[in-house]
């Protein structure tokens, strides 16, 4: 369920999400200025409203080498329940901004902060009833990180 796409020039960000999501209609971007969506991420004031969504896009802070994770905070993402309610996640990752080990990872962070933040990495999956695989069991059904190069990077 998890896949990545490496943005360029050449190969942008929202083209990398419109070759891996081209039937997805209902997109929400924490992202607008790299991204555009189809739902406007500030409107929704209701969390449930985001169990509509095909695909959320939103940046990662950094990403874990050893166990794939991206650090995502709330002021990435609107709404806590976004990257957990959508079909689909894509988040984008500076390639600069990628940490060897958990250690390394940990250290970045600031529980002193306030607000939420959360590791990603990637559906979830069960295969307990029947032994039948389930991808997405908790939370989206798959995971697309696309890497950027700090000069390639969009505020936003």
């Given at each position: 369920g998890g896949?990545?796409?490496?943005?360029?020039?050449?190969?942008?960000?929202?083209?990398?999400?419109?070759?891996?999501y081209p039937a997805e209609r209902v997109i929400c971007s924490a992202m607008p200025a790299l991204v555009q969506g189809t739902v406007d991420l500030h409107r929704i004031t209701d969390p449930h409203d985001l169990a509509s969504v095909d695909l959320?896009?939103?940046?990662?802070?950094f990403g874990v080498a050893e166990n794939a994770a991206i650090w995502v905070d709330e002021r990435q993402i609107g709404h806590r329940a976004a990257p957990f309610l959508a079909q689909h996640l894509a988040i984008v990752l500076n390639r600069q901004e990628i940490v060897p080990t958990m250690h390394e990872a940990y250290a970045r962070l600031s529980v002193a902060e306030p607000g939420f933040g959360v590791f990603i990495a990637g559906p979830s999956k069960t295969a307990d009833i029947e032994q039948a695989l389930v991808i997405g069991a908790h939370g989206p059904r798959s995971l697309t990180v696309v890497l950027m190069d700090e000069n390639d990077t969009v505020r936003t």
């Open positions: 896949r990545f796409f490496v943005s360029s020039p050449e190969h942008s960000v929202s083209q990398a999400l419109a070759e891996a959320f896009v939103c940046r990662g802070t």
